[in-house]
Structure formats: C-alpha cells, structure tokens
C-alpha cells in the first residue's frame, strides 16, 4: 500500500526541504519564526514522506520481500506469534514513539530517524492492525508527497 504512495522526485523532493527546514532551524534570525511554525514536526513529516518514496523504488521491494521472507521462515519454524514478535513489535514501538513526539512537540533528532524507519517497519507489520498503520500512513505520505510536488512542479 506505501509502495506506491509517493514518487522517487517528490520523495527527494521531501528530503531537500526537510534539510532546508532543518538548517534553517539554527539560523539566529530564523528561530523564532521556525519554531512558530513548527517546522520541526514538518521535519519528521518530511523525512517520513521521503522514506515511504524510497519504499517505492526497486530496493524499497527488495527490502520488503527480504523482511517477509524473514516473517514466513519465523512464522514456519517457530509459529505465528514469534513472526508477529519479530516483525511487529518494533514496528509498534516506532509508531507511538514517533506519533508521541509529534503530538508532544518533543521532536528531536531521535524523532526524525524514527520517521525515517516507520515507512520501512510499518509494511511489515502483519495483519489488520498492519493494514490501519500503513492505511494512514499512506494517507499522510500521499498529501505531503502531493503538495510538496506540486510546490516543486515535480510529478
């Protein structure tokens, strides 16, 4: 589902403006005015969005099909819930630390990393909860990676 949410040139287009943000933050004259505008949770959505168009690129695949291969050899050596555990559980663990941060306005480099990563661990999550995870994230992808094209004139 995030696979095809947002293109490889929106995606970089994401990361050039999360970085223009994030330096932008240190200028003495910008820093009342960034933090106003809460340009670091738009940070963490930046990066977010660029990781979910690296998911969409051929190595995004790959790396999807390896995590599921992993998924199935626990599932079928070990059973079902250690393939949950296994791929799961650190993916839940990104999700609320990442959705705390922002609703907190704790953001932090931490929470940038972790927007960097949710794309990549929330499809490997199994099951509907998996489903719902990657069903909003793909909606907030989606918006961001469409009006940060459409600032750029980038398909």
């Known amino acids: 589902m995030i696979e095809a949410a947002v293109s490889a040139a929106a995606g970089g287009a994401c990361a050039g403006s999360a970085a223009l943000l994030f330096y932008a933050e240190k200028l003495p004259g910008l820093n009342k ?16 969005t660029a990781s979910a168009a690296m998911v969409a690129t051929p190595a995004g695949a790959w790396w999807n099909e390896k995590v599921t291969d992993i998924n199935n050899w626990a599932t079928g050596a070990v059973g079902e819930w250690t393939g949950l ?8 663990f990104v999700s609320a630390m990442f959705i705390n941060d922002l609703v907190t306005r704790k953001v932090e480099m931490r929470t940038r990393l972790l927007g960097a990563v949710l794309p ?3 499809s490997t999550v ?3 909860i998996g489903e719902g995870i990657q069903t909003a ?11 940060v094209a459409g600032t750029f004139g980038v398909a």
Request: charged share 5%; aromatic share 2%.
């Open 85 to 92: 555990i296994i791929t799961g559980v650190p993916a839940l």
């Open 126 to 128: 199994p099951g509907a």
């Open 120 to 122: 990549v661990l929330a």
């Open 33 to 48: 005015v960034t933090n106003k505008l809460h340009t670091d949770r738009a940070q963490a959505l930046l990066i977010t």
């Open 137 to 147: 994230l793909a909606w907030i992808v989606t918006t961001i990676g469409t009006l």
